[in-house]
Structures are given as C-alpha cells and as structure tokens.
C-alpha cells in the first residue's frame, strides 16, 4: 500500500534510549497518520535505469507499537515491545521502493547499519560508515533547547493546509531532514550535484527546503557518532523505520549519562565512505 509518502523513520524520544542488546527482538508496529511534508519531484535510480519518477509527497511519518499481537499474531514477550507498548512515535524511513501499512505488522529490530533490508532493485544495507552519519544526524537533531525532534513530534496536530508561518517550517525542516537521510543511505550528501546525481536525484523543491538540508547536512558533522538505543524496525514488504528504542522506566535513572554521550562534540570531520 503505497501513501505517495516516502520516509525514513526514527522513533521520536529524545534522551531515552538503551544499548544494543535488544536489537535481536520483535515489535508490532502500524501506521497511522503523516506529518508535515512539502511535494518534491523525486527519481530513484539503480545503476543506469531509473525506477521511479514522481513528485512525492517527503516528510515525516507517525507509527504506534505493540507487544500484544493481533488475531494472526501471538503476544511479544521482549523487553523492546514492552517498553514501546502503547506508543505513538515520529518516524522517518530508509526504504524507497517500499510502502507503510496502516494494519498490525511484526518487525524484527535490527542494528542502523544493517537497514534497509528491503526486496527490489535496491537491497544492500547502508554499512556503519552510513549509519554513524545518521547517527551524527540525530544527536544534532536531539541537541539544543529545542530540539527538532520534538518539533516533529507534533506533527500529528498539523494541517498543512491552513498552515501558520511556523507549521510551513516545520514542513520544510521534514521535507529536508528526511531528504538528507536518504542521500546519507543512499548517495553522498557532501557531493556538489548531490541533488542531480546518484540513486537519489531531487528537483522542483523551495529555497526553504534546500537551506535546511544544507545547514542539518553541515552542522551534523560535528556530533558524536555513537547514539545508544539507535537501531531499525525492519519487515519483507513494508519500509524500513529508523528507531532510538526508549528505556524501561525502571532504567530512567541512567539516561542523563546518555544523553550526555549523545550530545558530546565529535571533533573531526568524518567522511562519508562510498559503498
């Protein structure tokens, strides 16, 4: 079931993450509502043939999580599913080619690095080099006194269509920030002609949009590139969703050393390997 909205997902809790243990366990996950986008023509190429032009709908997306299971699925029994239980979490996506379901489906967490694991013409899983510039991503985006990922994570209330001044932004730091997550996946986002060549090509967007790519792209380089908890919810059929798995709240006491780990400045620019 293809929404004409194509993203690329973390789960939106700032400060509130675990190690990498649990990436081995399951979570029932839906879809349930977009969020702020802007319409920007897109093209996606493999190799020499291009598989997909459009003008999408880009941005961020909105999932709720279970461990309870539906008529065709037995109750999750983990630790992630207990702790994402009943929630509704800000995504963005790594797949493509793609869809998301609005019906109970079960994902496998697996580690950033090994997303997206996806069937179709492009397969290959993004590699540590790509994911820690994610990773550099999100620890910008969780930075500062306001975060934007809690600018996000309003986006459910959001109609952009009667949208205020602040509500456009919003739209147009989406539209970027998850433009930037597929360049990083996918392409080179340092590249001078990153929006006209690669698998990833982008044209007929705002000023707005490209200056809020530019700015997250650069001031990103300097974070750390360790983001405990940063992993993917990954299904055959549905799109990859990045997550930053939130802590039990038995485990709330050790976020402040976490987010103080997240938030430290990462001293050299990194380059982004090529696959």
Same mark, same amino acid.
């Given at each position: 079931?293809?929404?004409?909205?194509?993203?690329? !997902?973390?789960? $939106?809790?700032?400060?509130?993450?675990?190690?990498?243990?649990?990436?081995?366990?399951?979570?029932?996950?839906? +879809?349930?509502?977009?969020?702020? /986008?802007?319409?920007?023509?897109?093209?996606?190429?493999?190799?020499?043939?291009?598989?997909? %032009?459009?003008?999408? &709908?880009?941005?961020?997306?909105?999932?709720?999580?279970?461990?309870? =299971?539906?008529?065709?699925?037995?109750?999750?029994? @983990?630790?992630?599913?207990?702790? $994402?239980?009943?929630?509704?979490?800000?995504? +963005?996506?790594?797949?493509?080619?793609?869809?998301?379901?609005? &019906?109970? *489906?079960?994902?496998?967490?697996?580690?950033?690095?090994?997303?997206?694991?996806?069937?179709?013409?492009?397969?290959?899983?993004?590699?540590? !080099?790509?994911?820690?510039?994610?990773?550099? $991503?999100? %620890?910008? !985006?969780?930075?500062?006194?306001?975060?934007?990922? @809690?600018?996000? =994570?309003?986006?459910? %209330?959001? @109609?952009?269509?009667?949208?205020?001044?602040?509500?456009?932004?919003?739209?147009?730091?989406?539209?970027? +920030?998850?433009?930037?997550?597929?360049?990083?996946?996918?392409?080179?986002?340092?590249?001078? %002609?990153?929006?006209?060549?690669?698998?990833?090509?982008?044209?007929?967007?705002?000023?707005?949009?490209?200056?809020?790519?530019?700015?997250?792209?650069?001031?990103?380089? /300097?974070?750390?590139?360790?983001?405990?908890? +940063?992993?993917?919810?990954?299904?055959?059929?549905?799109?990859?969703? $990045?997550?930053?798995?939130?802590?039990?709240?038995?485990?709330?006491?050790?976020?402040?050393?976490?987010? =103080?780990?997240?938030?430290?400045?990462?001293?050299?620019?990194?380059?982004?390997? *090529?696959?």
């Amino acid at each position: 079931m293809r929404k004409g909205l194509l993203v690329v !997902a973390t789960a $939106l809790v700032a400060g509130s993450v675990v190690g990498t243990s649990a990436l081995a366990d399951q979570v029932d996950m839906r +879809f349930i509502g977009a969020g702020p /986008s802007r319409v920007v023509n897109t093209e996606i190429w493999a190799g020499s043939a291009r598989v997909y %032009n459009g003008a999408l &709908r880009i941005g961020a997306l909105q999932h709720q999580f279970s461990d309870r =299971g539906t008529s065709s699925m037995t109750q999750l029994n @983990n630790a992630t599913a207990s702790t $994402l239980d009943g929630m509704v979490l800000g995504t +963005f996506c790594t797949d493509v080619l793609e869809s998301v379901d609005s &019906r109970w *489906r079960r994902y496998e967490m697996i580690d950033a690095k090994n997303a997206p694991a996806t069937n179709g013409p492009i397969v290959s899983p993004m590699g540590l !080099a790509r994911s820690e510039r994610l990773a550099q $991503l999100y %620890n910008f !985006a969780q930075s500062g006194p306001n975060p934007l990922l @809690n600018t996000f =994570g309003g986006w459910n %209330n959001m @109609n952009t269509s009667t949208a205020s001044a602040a509500d456009a932004a919003n739209s147009d730091m989406a539209a970027a +920030f998850q433009m930037l997550v597929w360049e990083i996946v996918f392409d080179n986002p340092d590249a001078a %002609n990153f929006a006209s060549n690669g698998m990833m090509r982008f044209s007929n967007m705002s000023t707005s949009v490209m200056n809020y790519f530019l700015n997250f792209r650069d001031a990103a380089l /300097s974070y750390s590139t360790a983001l405990p908890g +940063f992993s993917a919810v990954s299904r055959g059929g549905s799109q990859d969703q $990045l997550i930053i798995i939130p802590l039990p709240p038995a485990a709330l006491a050790g976020v402040g050393m976490l987010v =103080g780990l997240a938030g430290v400045r990462y001293a050299r620019r990194r380059k982004l390997a *090529r696959a």
